[in-house]
């Protein structure tokens, strides 16, 4: 285990499955207490007992993070029952298969909101829940390759990306100074 980072409190969003859960049972090896956040209670109460198992704490938090006040609700919940928030992981987004030709309005909205809002917002929450207890944090964004890179039949999902890689920049900038690392 690292040292570092035993008994320190994460926060995840799209925690349930995939990726999410990936970083909930690795941070979870590492001795970190995990607050699981997505949708869908039932597959979060699988991952939290997959984390429970390594012998840290996890709880679940059901919150829709295009919505500000959800995520700020989540990491609440997260410091109150851990008794700490330190790492933030804005990991949640949904994927678009589509022609750009064919993409509507509210499926634009929709992605927008999530994958770019919703680490807006988590940002925001976390740096400032940060700044609120006087210390240090983490606050990790979740990429992909097509954040580098745009794709064909994948060019909204890779504008969102691109926007992640931008925000992430923008913050590390911002809140160097309050001793919060973005990345």
């Known amino acids: 285990m690292l040292r570092g980072l035993i008994n320190k409190v994460a926060l995840i969003t ?12 690795r941070l979870a090896q590492e ?15 699988t991952v939290q007992q997959e984390v429970e198992a390594f012998g840290v704490k996890a709880t679940t938090f059901i919150a829709d993070i295009s919505d500000p006040i959800q995520i700020s609700d989540a990491i609440n919940h997260a410091e109150s029952t851990h008794n700490g928030f330190d790492i933030m992981i804005n990991n949640a987004g949904i994927a678009q298969v589509k022609a750009l030709a064919e ?5 634009f909205n929709q ?8 680490v807006l917002w988590g940002i925001q ?8 207890c006087q210390q240090a944090g983490k606050i990790i964004n979740a990429c992909s390759i097509a954040g580098h890179e745009g794709f064909a039949l ?4 890779s504008a969102t990306k691109f926007a992640v ?10 809140y160097a100074s309050a001793d919060i690392t973005v990345k």
């Open 154 to 157: 994948l060019g909204v999902y």
């Open 14 to 25: 799209g925690a349930a499955q995939g990726i999410g859960r990936g970083i909930a049972l």
């Open 103 to 107: 993409v509507t309005p509210s499926e």
């Open 125 to 132: 929450a976390a740096a400032n829940k940060f700044k609120q």
């Open 31 to 45: 001795g970190v207490h995990i607050g699981l956040v997505n949708l869908h209670q039932e597959k979060l109460n």
């Open 165 to 174: 890689r931008a925000l992430t920049q923008a913050a590390a900038k911002e």
């Open 111 to 118: 992605i927008m909101n999530i994958n770019v809002g919703g």
